[in-house]
């Protein structure tokens, strides 16, 4: 009896063994270029950086349904990310851009505009902002 047990853990052994060894191969880590452009959404080209100290910011915006944002404008570059839901972004000019949940967004710089959740989610976004310091990153429209 003593065998067979031996036997069987060997045999097991031999299965199991090669599938461990294969779960703790580290998986390649993946980059994938979700948006990269010298444009804004609208077809604009953006603006030089500005003088003065550098500053990022990262922001997590989260845009309740049936919500429009304030009309405004960005003095700085910002690009990012829409993570849920669904966004449509206004220009002053008309122009229109409808972006979906895992679409890239390169913002408009100096131009009127404005964000609505149309959706029945909240729409989830992170944005990254490329300022100066004590620029501020979006002016209200009076």
Known sequence: MKRTGILSRAICFSILFPV?????????VTVEVVAKSRES???????????????????RIVVPPSVRLPE????VINAGVLLKGQL???TDEGEVLQL???????????????????GEEPAELIMFYAGNKGVPLSVEKN
């Open 100 to 118: 979906r949940a895992g679409e890239p967004i390169v913002e408009v710089v100096e131009t009127w505009h404005y964000g609505e959740n149309r």
């Open 41 to 59: 959404w609208n077809g604009r080209v953006l603006p030089h950086y500005g003088k003065g100290s550098p500053e990022i910011t990262i922001l």
């Open 20 to 28: 461990a060894l294969q779960a703790r191969e580290p998986k390649p």
């Open 88 to 90: 449509t972004v206004v």
């Open 72 to 75: 405004h404008k960005h003095p």
